[in-house]
């Protein structure tokens, strides 16, 4: 399937809901996921998106439905009401409610095959409360795709630049470094065999874009401390496995604040944190 086909999340509103579709939808982006909302993608929405709808909601890892009485009334022939079908063939007739979910703006009854208890009402849990709801259906059925190599994570390019090959050894004593990016993301610091292709004095071995959001993303690892207790426990059991080995990676300048920091992704990290995921998540 094309890479253009593949979202974490995909939305299924009507016109008049698209001010909580959006909302909901830009609260999940920021944690790194793929969503599908089509007034975010206007230009291929209307297009090429549009031509895939099978596609689009059939490989989601969690489809959405902003429920209310506009949608309820679609005619079955319209784009909603395409959507709609293909939601209840997954969902409902092959028995996949877990990757559903339901947001119930008012009080209009379920139709369509669609059960009560698959339905949260937003004036219960409200928006931020439906996205951690979200959140912790895709950490649930986390699809584990990769990008295929390494790359900057989606999103994060402009502020990150070209990748240079390198060689690099893991820090001795890597768990006190003074920058407390060990405790505080499980970032590793790395040394450069001389001479040091950087001057950066602290350079430090990251997860690329090619590894899943849940042990790469910052905002997962500052606010899930089991997400960060996963990362920190595979990293030791890869650095263990290669303390002493020079390793080859890719270095760039990452942007922080006023000044530039030289920063390494390793494809082999990338690989060892994504196996790890699958198998806590068999």
Same mark, same amino acid.
């Given at each position: 399937?094309?890479? #253009?086909?593949?979202?974490?999340?995909?939305?299924?509103?009507? *016109?008049?809901?698209?001010?909580?579709?959006? @909302?909901?939808?830009?609260?999940?982006?920021r944690y790194g996921y793929e969503v599908y909302c089509a007034d975010l993608q206007p230009d291929q929405a209307r297009g090429f998106l549009r031509a895939n709808l099978r596609e689009i909601y059939r490989s989601a890892c969690v489809n959405v439905v902003i429920w209310s009485k506009d949608y309820a009334a679609k005619e079955k022939d319209s784009i909603v009401g395409t959507e709609m079908r293909l939601i209840i063939n997954r969902h409902i007739e092959k028995d996949d409610a877990r990757a559903l =979910?339901?947001?119930?703006?008012?009080?209009?009854?379920?139709?369509? @095959?669609?059960?009560?208890?698959? =339905?949260? !009402?937003?004036? @219960?849990? %409200?928006?931020? %409360?439906?996205?951690?709801?979200?959140?912790?259906?895709?950490? @649930?059925?986390?699809?584990?795709?990769?990008? %295929?190599?390494? $790359?900057?994570?989606? &999103?994060?390019?402009? *502020?990150?630049?070209?990748?240079?090959? $390198?060689?690099? =050894?893991?820090?001795?004593? =890597?768990?006190?470094?003074?920058?407390?990016?060990?405790?505080?993301?499980?970032?590793?610091?790395?040394?450069?065999?001389?001479?040091?292709?950087?001057?950066?004095?602290?350079?430090? +071995?990251?997860?690329? %874009?090619?590894?899943?959001? +849940? +042990?790469?993303?910052?905002?997962?690892?500052?606010?899930?401390?089991?997400?960060? #207790?996963?990362?920190?426990?595979?990293?030791?059991?890869?650095?263990?496995?290669?303390?002493?080995?020079?390793?080859? &990676?890719?270095?760039?300048?990452? !942007?922080?604040? #006023?000044?530039?920091?030289?920063?390494?992704?390793?494809?082999?990290? *990338? #690989?060892?944190?994504?196996?790890?995921?699958?198998?806590?998540?068999?």
């Open positions: 399937m094309s890479e #253009d086909l593949q979202f974490d999340m995909a939305l299924s509103y009507s *016109d008049s809901d698209a001010w909580l579709a959006k @909302d909901l939808a830009n609260l999940v982006l =979910f339901v947001l119930a703006i008012d009080g209009t009854p379920p139709q369509d @095959d669609l059960q009560e208890v698959l =339905f949260h !009402k937003l004036k @219960d849990i %409200g928006i931020t %409360g439906a996205e951690k709801c979200v959140l912790s259906r895709l950490k @649930d059925l986390a699809t584990f795709r990769t990008a %295929g190599k390494v $790359c900057h994570p989606t &999103g994060t390019e402009h *502020d990150r630049g070209q990748l240079h090959p $390198c060689s690099f =050894f893991i820090q001795e004593g =890597f768990q006190k470094d003074c920058l407390g990016r060990w405790r505080r993301l499980a970032d590793v610091e790395i040394r450069f065999p001389r001479p040091s292709p950087v001057n950066t004095p602290h350079v430090y +071995l990251i997860p690329s %874009g090619k590894v899943m959001n +849940l +042990l790469s993303h910052t905002l997962i690892l500052e606010s899930d401390p089991t997400q960060l #207790d996963s990362k920190r426990k595979a990293t030791i059991e890869f650095v263990n496995a290669n303390r002493g080995t020079k390793l080859n &990676g890719y270095w760039f300048y990452m !942007k922080k604040n #006023d000044a530039e920091v030289a920063t390494v992704y390793c494809e082999s990290y *990338d #690989d060892f944190l994504n196996e790890q995921l699958r198998l806590q998540h068999p």
